[in-house]
């Protein structure tokens, strides 16, 4: 009669060997895109609105396979050369243009120092860092004093373009138009939004 053990060895040596786990595939890179800081057009206090409107840019262009930096450089070959120190080669650009339609005074220059106002048009990221989050909770503020300024007839149009800091085009330039049907229309989400789809869709294909 066979020992047990001896029994146990013969059947574990007939059994095929398992392979190893394979290794769990690498996350992907995030993509990065620079963000420079806005040219605005036909506002109070452009500085602050700029300022406003990139954070609501970084807030979209961040995600599991998408993130954004802040250049501060001004100068396009500085900011050419600070996108390549922040290894983030890629560059976006954007012009906001508002055209007023008469109907009263604008408040849009005030968007950036609406503290304490919320809106629900920009969720916050669950994925991102404390920067991104903050960005969304300055351009959600943002939003709404936007909208609190904005009459019937106004016109907004923002164009956007990405291009490497080494001068490639990835996007040519592209513009978008919205016009207020009422007093307190949000205009400057919707056209964000679409532009960073556009932005995000070209950057993480090339």
Known sequence: MIPFHSFALVVLAGMPAQAPAAPAAPAAPQVCVALLLPSVQGVDDAIAVATSVRSIF???????????????????????E????????????????????????????????????TAA?????????????????????????VASGTHAKDEMTLSYKVATADGATLLPQ?????????????????????????????????
């Open 58 to 80: 970084e807030s979209y262009l961040n995600g599991p396979s998408l993130k954004s930096v802040l250049l501060d450089a001004r100068l396009a070959s500085q900011a050419n």
């Open 82 to 117: 600070e996108a390549k120190q922040k290894e983030c080669p890629r560059i976006l650009s954007v012009t906001v243009t508002r055209k007023a339609s008469g109907n009263g005074p604008s408040k849009l220059g005030a968007m950036a120092r609406a503290a304490g106002t």
């Open 121 to 145: 048009y920009i969720p916050m990221p669950n994925y991102g860092t404390a920067a991104a989050v903050g960005a969304a909770r300055g351009g959600a503020e943002a939003v709404a004093s």
């Open 174 to 206: 592209k513009s978008d138009k919205a016009k207020a049907k009422s007093d307190g229309e949000d205009l400057l989400t919707p056209l964000i939004s679409r532009a960073a789809e556009a932005v995000a869709a070209a950057i993480t294909t090339k």
